[in-house]
């Protein structure tokens, strides 16, 4: 298949908040009914103005991890509770996670299949709840061991993806964990109580992945989803370097999941940055209030945060629990300045370029499956600098002198006509580490320039 011949877009255009408003009413209107106490939670405090925030907490200790749900559930937040698996399970060498709980070694994260569905069971019961759902987050590829132990205990969410948990985080085939993913769809498909399913392909990298491509991939595998059995997903979308640019980025997911997803029961999540983190704590919390304003000023449902601990360890419990309530105080801020009515952004094109690489990527497949397979192994999806085997790895992004992130090089990509032509740049591996300390020096900046000063007196 050749890519299609696009027209060079009209220049930007502002779009208002009465056409925002339009376009995601129309979204809300295709979105089912909340399947599942997870949704229903986060449907009911969409319905109060209140923003859902999340921590990425785990612990390997049974006692520790339920100490920090209970801390979460109790924090002044409208929170749910998150419990992160440890890397031996996202790999399924649990016979090295029993060892470790043996020999009392530290995890970072819950061994689920380790410690086994009794022993998570007792972790849940009493804490978990209509009023606390707990999502299990991973990272895996093969997942499918985990999923059966997260039905056995009746686990509410997960998340990941075929495309988003493969290329980044492991050097398993694509075809193979397409494949594995199929299988585990199903298998959270045939329980009688909905599981959420959270789709990560809005966070691909963490950083230096253009918002259309992220907004592609999200919805794409919420796509895939669908056509293996699921009714309740969220799609994801990772704070990146320019505020306005995000908010463009979260209109056109809403709009694009509206027009795909139709149906079914989904909503939006954002991630506070997720990539290299400002290493002060002023500067750390300066990136999470941001990423709080976005979320309300867009009219996403849920927040995954951060905590200033990130860019040096895993954060402590009461870390966790200030993370989150410092989000829910600035969430109520910007809910008290905004009323809850959608902020204006520039329009520079980000919902024609996702809705192009969705479209063209379904013709390469009878199904979403064989169609993001095909399209990967033909560069027709490629995400910038991410080394997997099959990933074309011949696109490139850069930052411009505005901060917002833009195709440099779109590869094989549909993009050219879209982006401005032959517009094509050579990163130099400093460029590169320049930009990826791009938000880590603007966050930090005046705190460590004040410190400076501060010494010089």
């Not at 895996?140 to 059966?148: D, G, H, I, R, V």
């Amino acid at each position: 298949m050749s890519a299609p011949t696009i027209a060079a877009r009209a220049p930007q255009t502002t779009v208002t908040p009465q056409s925002t408003t339009s376009s995601q009413t129309t979204a809300a209107s295709q979105t089912a009914q909340p399947r599942g106490r997870f949704s229903r939670f986060v449907s009911q405090a969409r319905q109060q103005g209140r923003l859902v925030v999340q921590p990425r907490m785990g612990f390997g200790e049974i006692a520790q991890m339920r100490a920090g749900l209970d801390a979460v559930r109790d924090s002044h937040a409208t929170a749910i509770g998150t419990i992160t698996v440890d890397s031996y399970t996202r790999v399924n060498d649990h016979e090295s996670a029993r060892r470790a709980l043996a020999a009392g070694s530290d995890l970072n994260g819950f061994p689920v299949v380790a410690h086994g569905a009794e022993q998570t069971r007792r972790l849940l019961a009493g804490v978990s709840g209509e009023q606390f759902p707990v999502q299990f987050r991973h990272g895996s590829a093969l997942p499918y061991e985990l999923f059966q132990a997260l039905v056995e205990v009746g686990a509410d969410a997960t998340e990941g993806g075929p495309v988003s948990y493969c290329l980044p985080y492991s050097r398993v085939p694509l075809a193979r964990a397409v494949a594995a993913w199929a299988e585990c769809c199903r298998l959270l498909a045939d329980r009688p109580e909905p599981m959420h399913l959270e789709s990560f392909g809005g966070c691909m990298l963490g950083q230096m992945c253009p918002p259309s491509l992220l907004i592609a991939l999200s919805v794409l595998e919420g796509m895939f989803f669908r056509e293996h059995g699921l009714q309740s997903i969220s799609v994801s979308y990772a704070q990146q370097t320019h505020p306005e640019q995000d908010l463009e980025a979260l209109a056109a997911l809403r709009r694009l999941a509206g027009e795909r997803l139709g149906g079914m029961d989904w909503h939006v999540v954002l991630y506070t940055y997720m990539g290299v983190f400002p290493r002060t704590a002023v500067g750390a919390f300066r990136i999470l209030e941001d990423s709080v304003r976005l979320a309300v000023r867009s009219g996403t449902e849920r927040l995954i945060v951060k905590t200033p601990a990130e860019a040096h360890r895993i954060p402590t419990i009461a870390e966790n629990v200030d993370a989150l309530e410092f989000s829910a105080a600035v969430a109520e801020d910007e809910a008290g300045k905004f009323g809850g009515a959608p902020a204006p952004f520039s329009d520079t094109g980000i919902y024609e370029e996702a809705r192009m690489l969705i479209d063209t990527t379904l013709e390469y497949g009878d199904t979403v499956g064989s169609a993001l397979v095909t399209a990967f192994a033909r560069g027709h999806l490629d995400v910038p600098y991410c080394l997997h085997v099959d990933n074309a790895n011949r696109s490139r992004a850069d930052i411009d002198s505005r901060g917002r992130l833009r195709w440099s090089d779109p590869g094989a990509m549909p993009l050219r006509a879209l982006v401005g032509g032959e517009r094509t740049s050579k990163t130099s591996a400093f460029g590169l580490i320049d930009m990826l300390g791009y938000n880590e020096r603007r966050f930090d900046r005046e705190q460590l320039v004040g410190g400076h000063l501060k010494g010089l007196r």
